[in-house]
């Protein structure tokens, strides 16, 4: 594969992760409004409890979006400081071979932990988002069943 294909995979790619996790923020905000504009007159009750729930994993879903997305950003700044160092162009470590290694592997290390935790929030930020709505759906089945039990 020619490297400019390589790079525009490699742009594609990148942009089809950022419109998956900016979606995933999306639908979480709209679910946050429209449950609580469902809740809207209504008294406490303990039936709302799976709401509650729904609610706060929606709102940890949207940080875990958050948080992928300061982690990407990170391993996408990482990797251009990256590119200026291998190619002798950084202005703090130049062209010396060991300064050159030294930097490169460090860089690398923290990139793969960087990897790790975009990933490990990535995955959180689906299953918590999947988990709001099975509370909500929970909870809106449990209030449709106390109405027809009045």
Avoid at 30 to 55: K, Y
Avoid at 116 to 123: E, I, L, P, V
Avoid at 127 to 132: A, K, N, P
């Amino acid at each position: 594969m020619q490297p400019e294909q390589t790079m525009e995979l490699y742009r594609q790619l990148r942009a089809s992760q950022d419109k998956y996790v900016y979606f995933l923020l999306a639908a979480v905000g709209a679910a946050i409004a429209f449950a609580l504009n469902q809740t809207q007159g209504l008294a406490l009750a303990l039936s709302q409890i799976p709401l509650a729930v729904g609610i706060a994993s929606w709102g940890l879903s949207f940080f875990c979006g958050c948080q992928n997305l300061g982690y990407t950003n990170s391993i996408l700044y990482a990797n251009a400081e990256m590119l200026k160092i291998e190619s002798g162009n950084h202005p703090e470590v130049g062209n010396h071979p060991q300064m050159v290694s030294a930097a490169s592997q460090g860089i690398r290390i923290a990139i793969e932990r960087n990897i790790t935790q975009a990933s490990k929030f990535g995955k959180l930020q689906f299953s918590l988002f999947v988990t709001g709505v099975f509370s909500y759906v929970v909870w809106h089945t449990l209030e449709m069943w106390l109405r027809v039990q009045t």
